[in-house]
């Protein structure tokens, strides 16, 4: 398992920006295919994007096609989500995670690693 540390939340108003950071450590982080959760207060969980290991197929929910950006630089380790035209209804607490598996939809069971962790509050 890889251990996963998020950076980067916050506020933000509505229309604004927020990138939000996922520092992995482990010698094979650079194998697993990543993704950015969210859970708000009384909602399930669900996947924003997805990246591959290799970063040629991402994976986006429609609720944030056009607006957020995954990334990866596997050198640094560390995966990224640029979100950009931020709503409230963006306001969550968003999670990194990291899976061997890359199916679709991306199914939360197939992460077996997750960080902590980071609030991101967007204000009307």
């Known amino acids: 398992q890889l251990q996963l540390v998020e950076s980067g939340g916050g506020f933000a108003q509505a229309g604004g920006s927020l990138r939000l950071s996922c520092a992995a450590s482990g010698h094979t982080s650079e194998s697993y295919n990543m993704a950015w959760f969210r859970r708000a207060p009384g909602k399930e969980r669900e996947c924003v994007a997805r990246?591959?290991?290799?970063?040629?197929?991402?994976y986006y929910a429609d609720f944030v096609k056009g607006r957020f950006i995954i990334s990866r630089d596997n050198a640094k380790k560390t995966v990224y989500l640029q979100m950009n035209s931020l709503k409230p209804e963006d306001t969550s607490v968003y999670y990194c995670?990291?899976?061997?598996?890359?199916?679709?939809?991306?199914?939360?069971?197939?992460?077996?690693?997750w960080g902590q962790g980071i609030q991101v509050t967007v204000s009307s």
């Open positions: 990246i591959s290991w290799d970063d040629t197929r991402t």
């Open positions: 995670a990291a899976s061997w598996f890359y199916t679709s939809p991306p199914d939360p069971r197939d992460f077996s690693s």
